[in-house]
């Protein structure tokens, strides 16, 4: 199993953003040196302190000149506010500044919110998005683009690789969109983990070659309380705004769905104030010792999960703390679950 980094560019307790974002910088140098696989970068908009990352271009440009190894994702390009010729255009550009180590994933977009700002409905979200990822897939693999019947080639063109990508999933349908597209399936931060594993094992009946990845809060210091102590209420409040927004779907699928029935004890936890406990019971965060994020982290690969995106604190950690759990998962936990740089190179042959 390969893990990466999730970036959010959180600015919690009306923090100043440049600070917040030379943390996540410094964070991003760190999981190279410390052999992380990858970066994910999400794009947000209109969300406040929780994500200040609207231009996730930008921020994946100024990684890729940063960092030697890590793949960069784009975690996730909301398809019905993109030009798909403007999404092939970045990754091809990206991909040359970093050297191949351009990655992507596409969704309908997370919150009405967010669409209502740019003037489109959440209502044929996913139609738009099939339509944005025919034509991107399209436009990569021809490396032109034609409109109005001219014919012009993509600058710089697209490597053929890149025609492969992740969609972001939250629900069954989605997985299963996500395999019969032949897509790999990229989940949380909106979904427990239970659930997710569940679905998870549907989409891989349905399509065995996909990968997969979860997003997961963690923290690590060789001290099990003192890493609760820095890390658990800033995850506590980064889940609480996730699950804001998701919280009314979940709860709809649990109670609506028989084959979610099992999962039904979760639903008061979901209305109740975030807690690191809790979290930890979703399966949505594990903060601890390195020992405790690999035992962890090895019961993700047994199920067969492809990768695991670190999601660690929630921009409220100092950076000497931050580093220094990066670096303890570098050399404690990652020797443990797979040996990323050579696993990576094998996914890119």
């Given at each position: 199993m390969l893990v990466d980094l999730a970036l959010n560019f959180a600015t919690p307790h009306g923090r100043d953003p440049q600070p917040a974002f030379e943390d996540s910088f410094a964070l991003a140098r760190q999981a190279d040196k410390s052999d992380f696989a990858g970066v994910?970068?999400?794009e947000s908009h209109f969300q406040g302190d929780h994500s200040r990352a609207a231009s996730p271009e930008m921020l994946l440009a100024a990684l890729a000149r940063e960092t030697r190894s890590l793949q960069l994702g784009f975690g996730v390009f909301p398809m019905p506010i993109r030009d798909p010729l403007r999404v092939a255009e970045i990754l091809a550009t990206l991909d040359l500044l970093s050297n191949g180590r351009a990655m992507w994933c596409i969704g309908r977009g997370v919150t009405a919110t967010e669409l209502a700002g740019f003037g489109v409905p959440y209502e044929g979200g996913r139609a738009k998005m099939l339509e944005g990822l025919g034509e991107?897939?399209?436009i990569?693999?021809?490396?032109?683009?034609?409109?109005?019947?001219?014919?012009?080639?993509?600058?710089?063109?697209p490597n053929a690789r890149l025609v492969r990508g992740w969609m972001a999933c939250i629900s069954a349908?989605?997985?299963?969109?996500?395999?019969?597209?032949?897509?790999?399936?990229?989940?949380?931060?909106?979904e427990p983990w239970p659930i997710a594993a569940q679905n998870i094992a549907r989409y891989?009946?349905?399509?065995?070659?996909?990968?997969?990845?979860?997003?997961?809060?963690?923290?690590?210091h060789e001290d099990?309380?003192?890493?609760?102590?820095?890390?658990?209420?800033?995850?506590?409040?980064?889940?609480?705004?996730?699950?804001?927004g998701s919280g009314p779907v979940l709860k709809s699928l649990i109670e609506t769905n028989e084959a979610f029935a099992s999962f039904r004890w979760m639903v008061p936890l979901i209305d109740r104030p975030v807690s690191l406990p809790a979290l930890e019971a979703l399966g949505l965060a594990i903060v601890g010792t390195p020992d405790d994020l690999a035992r962890h982290l090895e019961k993700l690969a047994a199920s067969g999960l492809t990768?695991?995106?670190?999601?660690?604190?929630?921009?409220?950690?100092?950076?000497?703390a931050l580093l220094a759990s990066c670096e303890l998962i570098g050399a404690k936990v990652l020797p443990r679950i797979a040996e990323p740089r050579v696993v990576t190179e094998k996914l890119l042959a």
């Amino acid at each position: 199993m390969l893990v990466d980094l999730a970036l959010n560019f959180a600015t919690p307790h009306g923090r100043d953003p440049q600070p917040a974002f030379e943390d996540s910088f410094a964070l991003a140098r760190q999981a190279d040196k410390s052999d992380f696989a990858g970066v994910w970068v999400a794009e947000s908009h209109f969300q406040g302190d929780h994500s200040r990352a609207a231009s996730p271009e930008m921020l994946l440009a100024a990684l890729a000149r940063e960092t030697r190894s890590l793949q960069l994702g784009f975690g996730v390009f909301p398809m019905p506010i993109r030009d798909p010729l403007r999404v092939a255009e970045i990754l091809a550009t990206l991909d040359l500044l970093s050297n191949g180590r351009a990655m992507w994933c596409i969704g309908r977009g997370v919150t009405a919110t967010e669409l209502a700002g740019f003037g489109v409905p959440y209502e044929g979200g996913r139609a738009k998005m099939l339509e944005g990822l025919g034509e991107l897939r399209n436009i990569v693999m021809r490396g032109e683009i034609e409109r109005d019947g001219v014919r012009e080639p993509v600058n710089p063109p697209p490597n053929a690789r890149l025609v492969r990508g992740w969609m972001a999933c939250i629900s069954a349908p989605t997985f299963e969109l996500a395999a019969d597209l032949g897509m790999d399936a990229q989940c949380g931060p909106y979904e427990p983990w239970p659930i997710a594993a569940q679905n998870i094992a549907r989409y891989r009946e349905r399509y065995p070659q996909g990968q997969t990845a979860f997003t997961l809060g963690a923290f690590v210091h060789e001290d099990r309380a003192e890493a609760r102590r820095l890390a658990g209420p800033g995850l506590a409040w980064a889940f609480r705004r996730f699950l804001d927004g998701s919280g009314p779907v979940l709860k709809s699928l649990i109670e609506t769905n028989e084959a979610f029935a099992s999962f039904r004890w979760m639903v008061p936890l979901i209305d109740r104030p975030v807690s690191l406990p809790a979290l930890e019971a979703l399966g949505l965060a594990i903060v601890g010792t390195p020992d405790d994020l690999a035992r962890h982290l090895e019961k993700l690969a047994a199920s067969g999960l492809t990768r695991v995106s670190l999601m660690l604190g929630a921009g409220d950690v100092a950076r000497d703390a931050l580093l220094a759990s990066c670096e303890l998962i570098g050399a404690k936990v990652l020797p443990r679950i797979a040996e990323p740089r050579v696993v990576t190179e094998k996914l890119l042959a």
